[in-house]
Protein backbone atom coordinates (compact mmCIF):
# COMPACT_ATOMS: atom_id res chain seq x y z
CA UNK A 1 0.00 0.00 0.00
CA UNK A 2 1.25 3.55 -1.04
CA UNK A 3 0.17 6.71 1.29
CA UNK A 4 1.62 9.98 0.47
CA UNK A 5 2.68 11.46 3.86
CA UNK A 6 0.72 14.03 4.35
CA UNK A 7 -2.33 12.51 3.25
CA UNK A 8 -5.54 11.99 5.26
CA UNK A 9 -4.94 8.06 4.89
CA UNK A 10 -0.70 8.54 6.85
CA UNK A 11 -2.66 10.53 9.52
CA UNK A 12 -5.51 7.41 9.89
CA UNK A 13 -2.55 5.07 10.55
CA UNK A 14 0.01 7.59 12.66
CA UNK A 15 -3.06 8.35 15.11
CA UNK A 16 -3.95 4.47 14.98
CA UNK A 17 -0.29 3.40 16.00
CA UNK A 18 -0.85 4.41 19.51
CA UNK A 19 -3.89 2.23 19.98
CA UNK A 20 -2.04 -0.51 18.52
CA UNK A 21 1.06 0.28 20.64
CA UNK A 22 -1.54 0.03 23.78
CA UNK A 23 -2.71 -3.29 22.64
CA UNK A 24 1.17 -4.59 22.37
CA UNK A 25 1.76 -3.10 25.82
CA UNK A 26 -1.40 -4.58 27.70
CA UNK A 27 0.25 -8.50 26.72
CA UNK A 28 3.61 -7.45 28.30
CA UNK A 29 3.55 -5.08 30.90
CA UNK A 30 0.13 -4.41 33.27
CA UNK A 31 1.31 -0.98 34.95
CA UNK A 32 2.57 0.34 31.67
CA UNK A 33 -0.43 -0.03 30.23
CA UNK A 34 -2.19 1.55 32.93
CA UNK A 35 -0.59 4.62 32.58
CA UNK A 36 -0.28 5.05 28.74
CA UNK A 37 -4.28 4.60 29.05
CA UNK A 38 -4.30 7.77 31.12
CA UNK A 39 -2.07 9.51 28.49
CA UNK A 40 -4.58 8.52 26.09
CA UNK A 41 -7.43 9.46 28.08
CA UNK A 42 -5.68 12.77 28.78
CA UNK A 43 -5.06 13.37 25.05
CA UNK A 44 -8.46 13.04 24.00
CA UNK A 45 -10.11 14.68 26.55
CA UNK A 46 -7.95 17.86 25.09
CA UNK A 47 -8.90 17.07 21.71
CA UNK A 48 -12.96 17.16 22.98
CA UNK A 49 -12.08 20.14 24.76
CA UNK A 50 -10.80 21.62 21.69
CA UNK A 51 -14.47 21.09 20.26
CA UNK A 52 -16.60 22.43 22.99
CA UNK A 53 -14.37 26.06 22.65
CA UNK A 54 -15.51 25.62 19.14
CA UNK A 55 -19.21 24.65 20.11
CA UNK A 56 -19.07 27.32 22.81
CA UNK A 57 -18.27 30.32 20.58
CA UNK A 58 -21.20 29.35 18.23
CA UNK A 59 -24.11 28.76 20.37
CA UNK A 60 -23.08 29.88 23.45
CA UNK A 61 -22.04 29.46 27.12
CA UNK A 62 -25.01 27.63 28.95
CA UNK A 63 -26.09 25.75 25.54
CA UNK A 64 -22.47 24.10 25.02
CA UNK A 65 -22.39 22.94 28.62
CA UNK A 66 -25.57 21.70 28.28
CA UNK A 67 -24.92 19.50 24.85
CA UNK A 68 -21.07 18.77 26.57
CA UNK A 69 -23.17 17.13 29.40
CA UNK A 70 -24.94 14.86 26.72
CA UNK A 71 -21.61 12.88 26.15
CA UNK A 72 -21.91 11.32 29.85
CA UNK A 73 -24.63 9.27 28.68
CA UNK A 74 -22.46 6.86 26.21
CA UNK A 75 -20.50 6.79 29.12
CA UNK A 76 -22.68 5.82 31.50
CA UNK A 77 -24.26 2.85 29.10
CA UNK A 78 -20.83 1.55 28.75
CA UNK A 79 -20.11 1.24 32.72
CA UNK A 80 -23.22 -0.35 32.80
CA UNK A 81 -22.68 -3.01 30.47
CA UNK A 82 -18.89 -3.30 32.04
CA UNK A 83 -20.60 -4.07 35.49
CA UNK A 84 -23.33 -6.39 34.29
CA UNK A 85 -20.91 -7.56 32.15
CA UNK A 86 -18.88 -8.73 35.53
CA UNK A 87 -21.79 -10.01 37.34
CA UNK A 88 -22.25 -12.31 34.68
CA UNK A 89 -20.97 -15.66 35.65
CA UNK A 90 -19.77 -18.41 33.62
CA UNK A 91 -22.13 -19.33 30.30
CA UNK A 92 -23.40 -15.66 30.99
CA UNK A 93 -25.37 -16.86 33.72
CA UNK A 94 -26.45 -13.98 36.28
CA UNK A 95 -25.34 -14.42 39.79
CA UNK A 96 -26.66 -13.13 42.76
Known amino acids: MNVRTG ?3 AKFWVA ?3 LALLLAVAH ?3 DALSSMLMGL ?3 LAGLLYVGV ?3 QEVVGMAPAMALSYLALLPAALLARA ?3 GRR ?3 G ?3 TP
Open 53 to 55: GRL
Open 28 to 30: LFN
Open 16 to 18: GGG
Open 82 to 84: AVD
Open 88 to 90: AGP
Open 92 to 94: GAK
Open 41 to 43: TVG
Open 7 to 9: SLA
